[in-house]
C-alpha cells in the first residue's frame, strides 16, 4: 500500500523511423522496495504502440464481491510519458470495462488527467 510503480516500454529496434517494431522490453518497477521485473523482446504481435492505460484491474478466481477488500476501491496516481520522456499532460484516458464481469460488483472509473481510481 502507498508503493510506487513505474512501468516502461521501450522498442528493441535501433532505427528512429521506423513506426513498428517487432519485440519490445517491457519494465516494471516498484520503486518503494526496489524489486523489478524486465520482460526482453516481448513480441507486438502486429500492434504499433500508441496507447496506453493508466490503471487495470484484472480479477482472476473471485466468487464472490467481498472477495475484494473491504475499502471501496483503489486509487492509481498515473503519468504518461511520451518517447521523449516529455509528460503527457491530457492523456484524455476513458474508462471502459469488459462485458460479463463475474461476480458483477458495481465495477466503475473515476478518471483525472493524473488519478484514476478503480471502484468495486
Known sequence: MGDTLQGTISPTCKAKKVKYCATWNVLSEDVTTGKSTTLKKTPADG?????????VSEDYGLVQCSDFPDDSGLTFTVALYNQSRQVVSNPSWQGWEASGPSPECNYGTVITPTEETVEY
Open 47 to 55: 500492434q504499433i504502440w500508441n496507447w496506453a492505460f493508466g490503471a
